[in-house]
């Protein structure tokens, strides 16, 4: 007696194949580690440079500085790093990778999320890289180990959560350079436009209205809260649930614009 055939694929055996992409994911950044060159050399380099190029004038000194930049820089680093997803997406399609997945009887996301998973390894890496060069500056947390692993997470999983945008760019767009250009357009202003470097209060009244509402500010504001004072505030709740709201919409959306495209 024959099987019917099923159009759809559980939830259960989606999430299964999605964690086999994601081990596809991990064995090309272990076969090429220079991926991984901006994961741990940016977090280095941007801690030293603004945390000393700024403190002294925005915070008085370093010491006094180090828990507004530590948050700011570790939420800039890895969200722009979440760039990296959609250009690897378009690279892949480009070489027809996407064509045998395709045709393989697996969920139609795994490919997608399975790639997007597997990025969060960097996104982790960049995080601790963030935190231990605020450690070796002098950068002491208040809130503990436990809140700051916390604030950690919550930001690798709001950039999972911005990855699905630029993963929708990687398939809609025609070439890796024009998906990168683009995501640069959109980030820059979300990262530079907030309250990652400087008091909202000591910027024009015009633009204070901007970076009150940016998301990125909000991400920004529920680290400091759990990594300085050990809080979990409304600023995390937001942040959480404009995670969710970008997911349910672009999820989909990448899906759907992947199965159209390849």
Known sequence: MSRPLKNHASLGQAFRNS??????????????????????LQPILFTLMFTYIFGGAIAGNVDNYLPI??????????????VVTGVQLREDMDKGVFDRFKSLPIARIAPLAGALLADTVRY?????LTFAMGYIM??????????????????IACS?????IFAFFGVIARTAASVQGISMMAL????????AFVPV????????????INPI????????ELANNGTVGAEFVLSLVSAAVIVAVFAPLTVRAYMRRT
């Open 138 to 155: 002098g950068y002491q947390p208040g809130g503990g180990l436990g809140f700051v692993a916390a604030a950690g997470i919550l930001v």
């Open 201 to 212: 209060e000591t910027m024009p009244h015009w633009l204070q209205w901007f970076v009150k």
């Open 19 to 40: 964690l086999t992409m994601a081990y596809r994911g991990l064995l090309k950044i272990r076969r090429t580690p220079e991926q991984l060159f901006d994961v741990t």
């Open 160 to 164: 999972w959560a911005v990855s699905w």
């Open 124 to 128: 982790t890496i960049a995080t601790v």
């Open 69 to 82: 930049i530590i948050p700011g820089i570790l939420v800039q680093t890895v969200i722009s790093t979440s």
């Open 188 to 195: 820059f202003p979300l990262t530079f436009l907030s309250n």
């Open 217 to 224: 500010s909000h991400l920004i504001s529920a680290v400091r």
